[in-house]
């Protein structure tokens, strides 16, 4: 009988290949790239039973785990290096860009994926996998930056050097040009997630009019402070000359306008890799000596099927009336949501993990980051900042043993500026909800809590929590503002312990709390 090797793979930049964008288009070409790259790499396998991670070819995953004979490990490798390299040249080539060989625009396209494995003879399931992925955790740290020192860097990465120009005569290196020209299904601009549901309500035949206004109509035609000349003739060229009537139109669509928002969705599983490596018991507990070889093998392949029935009902969840999935990992997601839509996804969401993955008695968490953006903010930007969110809340609800407790990260920006930040666990988000369609005075809030700071002795600590307990009772028991004396206190209770965290206040998200309600009740179509 040959010898069984356990191989584990994966490849390298996938989230910050993805984040290299300034556009929804290069934002969704990313994750496509990725998603049939790792398509095509699983079909290399000789036997797709041999696969324990992923459990489905849908979704991405980073890491790829299988079985694998000691004969047919030289031959596998050989295919999986020569599909990678040659997967983005492929791409190019079909989209019309010449190639020679050997030339650096060639180079970088063949080089930007860098592939890592390793693999044991497994003597038992379990210690070959802690050896696979010791082994891989080391190989992936010594890998080699290519800094460049050209003048003439790609406008989208700032990485590799620029060697073509996408059609707003921008730089790209070949990889980001690519990119552009990457056929990605549905995608949709930030303006067309942000009307999403005011497109919804409209009559087709005189949307359908209103467009042929326009050569290259895109949804930002919708919103009125685009109808202008200069912006017109920069973008669109106008089939319909006349400015004033074109507006009309616009106006006679609707009685209501398109909301100014869109929402980012960036959804990851708590310590995961901790629960790979050490298994979990009946009830979900995190196992402290893991499960034996056998065991550990049948969890693997359980809760990779888990991983992958979630990441599938994701895409069922976000349709395309509510938005768009950039990416499904398994544990982790990222989407874009038309805010009508924001509170029922989050709730399908929920329930939807809890039923495919969260089988167990003891919960596993998850954190999520929702950045609520204006459509002009750079996309760049938004990424970049609700990878930072994410990874702060984590910081958040991280215990001292180095596990997470799951947390909810909220983000407001408008075109230009972050307008208000919260961090909560799921209880304090659901007060979100209940303070829906309150109207908050935030300035006389301020005013009412000027006396509280964030540094100070122990004793005056007591003395201000205190008082701050006081004054929100009164705050909210405002008639104005219209809770209950049973809604009150429970709200108190929750905000107390928000602001009171082990003996200090942290007054920034206190406030952030309700310039979060101040933006959330806001009509976002002004
Ligand atoms: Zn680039």
Redesign the pocket.
Known sequence: MSKNYLFSLTITPIQSFIA?AKTTKDFYSGSQIISNLIQELLKQFPCKDDIIFPASNSIISNKIIARIAIEKQEELIEKLQKTMKAFLPLKALCNGMELKSKSPELQQLENVFQLFYSSVEITGYKESYFEVEKNLSIIKNMRLFNQISSKNI?Y??G??E?FCQDKNEKN??T??YTKSRYESESYLSTAGIASLYYRQKLDNTLYERYKENFYHFDEALLYEENLKEDYLKKHHHLNNKNIEEIKKQLQSLSKEKPTKQYVLINFDGDNIGKILSNGLDNIGKILSNGLDNIELETFHREFSTKLSTFSQAVNKIISDEKGRVIYSGGDDFLCFVTPYYLNEVLDQIKESFENNVNTYQEKISYSIAITISHYKAPLHKIIENSRALLKATKAKYSSKSKLIKGGIGIEVYSSSSLLAKFIGDYNEFTLLKQFDGKKINLYSLEQLFSFAKSDMQYSEYLLIINMIKLELKRFLGRREIGFSDDEVAKIQQLLIAQVNRNYSIDLDNFFGFFKTVEQLSKDNNE
């Open positions: 290299q790609c989208v990465c990485e590799r620029s790209r290196c990889v980001c």
